[in-house]
């Protein structure tokens, strides 16, 4: 059994695409011209995790994470549409920004298996599936959508013991 912490950083990307228009509203027969982005949520955590190993077979050992991540920073990149339907940039520093996300996403619930394989007496290869459910919202509270997330990442690596 341990507790596990340091620094989690991860990346959320989502596809967003609308129609562009002429500008003048005007209908055509002309099919809409489809534009797509790809909006990115960067959230900078610290984890708080118990941890609990379990022998396995061979070369092989298992263990299950559980905790609680905080987040101290939290940034999106990208458009999306206003509430009155505009398509907007939300990308801090960005000219005529619309602001609608909080700079700290809160907390977050974290739960992972890890399988370990035992290379040598130092090294140890990972690979480790997780979830990640948001507790509190990204938006701020003014933007009438609430937005929290729940993601599925995996884990790969290599550990080192000292």
Known sequence: MGLKTGF???KVRRGFSYN????MGMDTVQPPNIASITNTYTYVDIPLLF??????????????????????????EGKFIEPNGTVVSFTRGAENRYQAYE???????????????????????ILEPNIKYSIGSTTISDYPIDEKYTTIGLITGIRYKF
């Open 8 to 10: 989690n950083i991860s």
């Open 20 to 23: 562009e228009t002429d500008g």
């Open 51 to 76: 941890s609990y190993e379990m022998s396995g077979f061979g070369p092989f050992y298992y263990n299950l994470n559980a905790g609680i991540l905080f987040n101290m920073t939290f940034t999106g």
């Open 103 to 125: 700079k700290q996403a809160g907390a977050a619930l974290f739960a992972s298996f890890g399988m370990h394989y035992v290379w040598n007496k130092t090294f140890d290869f």
